[in-house]
């Protein structure tokens, strides 16, 4: 089945830093890569929408300028937290639909822990 | 907008019990998703359903497209401790783009 991994797995960083996390394809195409992010004991929530080669969509509430998305190539999309802050500690996770045109499946990375101090 | 409604919140079972839970919505859906969340992991796709009625099933599980199109069950049967985890029902948005989840059902399994 189709493959979505991320990296790192999990990131401590300091208040005022800016982290990158990546978000890859393994075995298929992907245009369009979902950003989500989840709070403890709390259902996933999108953050923004990573399009291939123009600029990401993001949603309601969401800080464009806070969360920078880049989709590189067909099978890596990036999120950079930029002066992350304590209340950024969060899972984040990406998710790239399936290759099967007439399917709404995604395929979920497996996360990414981040822990501003 | 659409949104989806989850219930129950949680369950504490024993092994081998059988579990039920379900999914509604006040709008209809053309494709019912569930996934299962393992502890820090991300969602895996459990079982997918396309057609109003469809009943499917994968090992012990069991997942329905309610009629109505407004409703979904996942039925786990004899229960173990590795089904602990969080259950998602999710489908696709009006526009078919985006995917809404619903608030998860945490499971936790007692050996």
């Known amino acids: 089945g189709a493959v979505v991994s991320q990296h790192p797995s999990w990131v401590i960083c300091k208040s005022g830093t800016s982290v990158k996390i990546e978000c890859r394809s393994l075995d298929f195409q992907a245009t369009t890569m979902f950003w989500y992010r989840q709070f403890p004991k709390q259902s996933l929530m999108l953050m923004a929408t990573?399009?291939?080669?123009?600029?990401?969509?993001?949603e309601q509430g969401v800080e464009k300028d806070k969360f920078l998305i880049n989709h590189a190539s067909l099978t890596l999309s990036t999120l950079t937290v930029t002066s992350a802050h304590p209340e950024d500690s969060s899972f984040y996770i990406c998710s790239a639909p399936s290759p099967i045109l007439s399917s709404y499946e995604q395929y979920f990375g497996p996360g990414t822990r981040l822990t501003v101090t | 907008g659409q949104q989806l409604n989850q219930s129950p919140q949680s369950m504490f079972i024993q092994e081998g019990e059988d579990v039920s839970m379900n999914c509604t919505s006040s709008?209809?859906?053309?494709?019912w998703l569930w996934y299962k969340q393992d502890p820090g992991e991300g969602p895996v796709l459990l079982i997918a359903?396309?057609?109003?009625?469809e009943l499917t099933s994968n090992g012990r599980l069991t997942a329905q497209f309610g009629i109505t199109r407004k409703d979904s069950f996942l039925n786990i049967s004899a229960s173990i401790p590795s089904d602990v985890g969080i259950y998602f029902c999710a489908g696709p948005d009006s526009g078919g783009f985006k995917t809404i989840f619903g608030a998860g059902t945490r499971l936790f399994v007692k050996a």
């Open positions: 709008s209809i859906f053309n494709t």
């Open positions: 990573s399009n291939e080669g123009s600029k990401a969509t993001y």
């Open positions: 359903l396309y057609k109003a009625g």
